[in-house]
């Protein structure tokens, strides 16, 4: 089974709520969350702190949108381990942003701390998922380092990443 890490940024494009994303980008957003319904795995922290980025930013009932959708099979499914591996995050005591799961690596001093949670629950998981990331260019930025670190990532929107 593939086991996925997904960026907020996925569902939120696949809602058609970035203006930076073209067609293509939100239907390969779309494609993608269709496949992890069908018979992935989706990887999230057992702190909450992914799922509350999604509260935020996505909406609960489900609708109108396919990212919307992802929201609600996630909070439903988020107990059931043949599809949702939930992993143990140590925060940093003086900066809760930071997680010893973050790979110690100088190249990632600059990564953005709001997505360090996904790096560190790719750097967990016992499944080696795969990050998906649409429009955040951050993850281009740092594509080498976190590469050399084991972390896989799949750019769904690669011509937003120039």
């Known amino acids: 089974m593939n086991a996925f890490v997904v960026d907020v940024n996925v569902p939120i494009v696949a809602n058609g709520h970035s203006n930076q994303a073209n067609y293509d980008c939100v239907l390969s957003c779309v494609n993608i969350l269709s496949k992890i319904y069908q018979g992935g ?47 143990k995050l140590t925060a940093e005591l003086s900066a809760p942003d930071e997680f010893l799961e973050f790979p110690d690596d100088r190249d990632l001093d600059t990564f953005d701390r709001s997505d360090r949670k996904y790096v560190a629950v790719a750097s967990a998981s016992r499944n080696h998922p795969v990050v998906l990331n649409a429009v955040d260019t951050d993850w281009w930025e740092h594509k080498d380092a976190l590469k050399k670190n084991g972390i896989r990532i799949n750019f769904l929107c690669p011509q937003h990443m120039r």
């Open 41 to 87: 795995m989706i990887v999230i922290d057992d702190g909450m702190l992914i799922l509350s980025e999604y509260l935020n930013c996505l909406r609960m009932a489900g609708q109108p949108g396919a990212g919307d959708a992802f929201l609600k099979w996630v909070w439903e499914n988020q107990g059931v381990i043949e599809v949702c591996e939930r992993v």
